[in-house]
């Protein structure tokens, strides 16, 4: 080790005119440590609503540079004051997230630690075009007979806190399993599913409610937990009106009502790959028509 680092610091003296530090072994764990702490944040602002938060703040802090580089005092005065405030309240909106961290921390081994460094990356692909037909045939034959069905596609942003208020399946999304959970009078009917690439991984899950005051007062519970979930994440809700039978679709704050099985197919279509979907992250339900909010159910 000592011989190593002479030989990069002659090179570096000759080259570039500097002295290489001395590393020490007590050097190269403190640094496996800090990229190990940096990866389990990232990883978990990644899979939780602290990612839209995350975006949001670069947001601002590139408001701030251009309000820097414009000597515009007065605004970079109120960022300073705002910075400590902001700090704190970030704590306290994130405080079920930041506690389910580090309880998840505490439960790994260190083989399990190790483990989550060399985990590669999964597949890129959400679900075949059998499992897209499988849900769109799904949700109008539940319509047809006037099923209500409740069902949260996710992507990008993991929807693990709502996963763990329903009960574990883990199965594989086919026509007959959505019909058989959502069927009247069931144990798994009430609540919502979570797919998952192209797997149910949770049923009976409670969903966020939206406090949009612009809604319809027609809508009922399923609308408005659709509507909340898609304020909150990236996922695409799917509702089937158990009143009217006629699907909708939420996503990206907005509610597109009454859709036809083509425009189910081709919003699904658009999350089968991650590039896809990208594309359409401002555009949130804007490839199809949107109802009026205020149509009835």
């Not at 400590?84 to 083989?111: D, H, M, N």
């Not at 158990?242 to 597109?256: I, M, P, Q, Y």
């Amino acid at each position: 080790m000592e011989e190593f680092q002479n030989i990069l610091s002659d090179f570096f003296s000759e080259v570039f005119g500097v002295a290489v530090p001395t590393i020490r072994y007590t050097d190269i764990v403190e640094i496996l440590i800090i990229a190990y702490f940096i990866y389990r944040i990232l990883v978990w602002v990644k899979n939780t609503r602290a990612w839209m938060l995350f975006r949001g703040i670069l947001f601002v802090m590139a408001f701030f540079v251009l309000a820097w580089y414009l000597q515009m005092n007065t605004i970079l005065w109120l960022g300073e004051k705002l910075l400590s405030a902001g700090v704190i309240a970030l704590i306290v909106v994130f405080q079920p997230e930041l506690r389910r961290a580090l309880e998840s921390l505490g439960r790994r081994s260190f083989s399990q630690i190790i483990g989550t460094l060399t985990q590669g990356r999964a597949s890129v692909s959400r679900f075949d075009d059998h499992v897209l037909n499988d849900l769109v045939k799904a949700c109008f034959e539940m319509g047809a007979v006037k099923t209500g069905a409740l069902i949260a596609v996710e992507k990008e942003v993991q929807l693990g806190e709502y996963e763990r208020t329903g009960i574990p399946v883990d199965a594989l999304l086919t026509r007959q399993l959505l019909i058989n959970i959502f069927e009247k009078n069931t144990p798994l009917h009430d609540g919502a599913i979570i797919v998952r690439g192209d797997r149910v991984v949770a049923a009976t899950c409670y969903l966020p409610l939206t406090d949009n005051l612009e809604l319809s007062k027609d809508l009922g519970t399923r609308h408005r937990a659709a509507v909340g979930l898609s304020e909150v994440s990236d996922a695409v809700v799917i509702v089937v009106s158990e009143e009217t039978g006629k699907v909708s679709v939420a996503c990206d704050t907005e509610l597109c009502r009454d859709v036809t099985p083509e425009t189910l197919t081709q919003i699904l279509k658009n999350l089968q790959q991650p590039e896809n979907a990208n594309k359409d992250d401002k555009k949130g339900i804007g490839f199809f028509e949107r109802r009026s909010r205020h149509e009835e159910v």
